[in-house]
């Protein structure tokens, strides 16, 4: 299935955990103003399908310290995919994040490119796929890997879930997702950009439940938000993985479960 490239360069996203009852409501409630989106799966309950996620940081977790002391300005890199198929893209993502305000960049990349990435060597134009490949994403592309650069940025470990998904008609202006199943798997370098089958899952009391939108925050979310008494809280998914992994930052890479790797 290809996965075109519509993200908004900045917007603002909202979240909360809730029970699964509340959650079921909360679906109820959205569907009045949104339809499932483009990757929905007609397979799978209310269409949800997978996201995983390649994380990069530093020997040190800098990026991964930087979300748990609260930087207010920040950034993560990862590499999203939703198959194995080695044809499917993947997608290098810069979310930088200024308080509430999110911004992203994205461009689709051959696997084989990243696999070269990963063992250090420089993409160009040519590693872009299809649609993606005009100065937008080159930009992307040429900002990840800066980053990636300037902290000596590696793989450190796989985070997947799945995705219920919803946004506005004819856009993705607004966007409500329902995340469940999270774990985290280790990066092995030998099998590249592959979910692993072996994943540990963090303890999350409920579903993540997240409110996304660009410019105004839309009345009726705020009627969502007022009707279900929801309160935001924090959930990084990769920092939660990496504390559920048991990283901590080591003398040359990870110390995982007392095991310096």
């Keep these: 299935m290809p996965y075109r490239h519509r993200l908004q360069a900045s917007r603002f996203e909202l979240k909360y955990l809730v029970e699964e009852r509340c959650a079921r409501s ?17 397979d799978n309950p209310h269409g949800a399908y997978r996201v995983s996620s390649l994380y990069l940081d530093t020997p040190a977790l800098t990026l991964f310290g ?44 051959t696997r084989d490119g990243v696999r070269r990435l990963l063992d250090g060597a420089m993409l160009g134009p040519a590693d872009l796929i299809g649609e993606n490949g005009d100065e937008r994403s080159a930009g992307a592309l040429a900002h990840f890997f800066g980053l990636c650069r300037a902290i000596d940025a590696e793989g ?6 799945m995705r219920e998904a919803y946004v506005s008609p004819g856009s ?8 469940r199943d999270l774990s985290g798997g280790a990066f092995d370098p030998c099998f590249g950009l592959t979910l692993p089958s072996e994943r540990t899952g963090p303890i999350l009391d409920g579903v993540v439940l997240e409110l996304k939108f660009t410019d105004r925050f839309p009345s009726w ?41």
């Design 221 to 261: 979310m705020r009627d969502l938000v007022q009707t279900f008494n929801l309160e935001r809280c924090s959930v990084a998914k990769y920092c939660a993985c990496v504390e559920a992994m048991g990283y901590r930052p080591g003398q040359w890479r990870f110390i995982r479960q007392g095991i310096a790797r």
């Design 156 to 161: 450190v470990l796989y985070v997947s879930y």
């Design 172 to 179: 993705d202006q607004v966007r409500l997702t329902f995340d």
């Design 66 to 109: 930087q979300t748990m002391g609260g930087l207010k300005n920040r950034f993560k890199l990862r590499i999203r995919f939703y198959d194995d198929a080695p044809g499917s893209p993947a997608f290098l993502e810069v979310k930088g994040r200024e308080t509430d305000v999110v911004r992203k960049q994205r461009a689709a990349v």
């Design 26 to 42: 909360v679906r109820d409630f959205a569907r009045g103003y949104l339809e499932p989106d483009e990757h929905a799966k007609p």
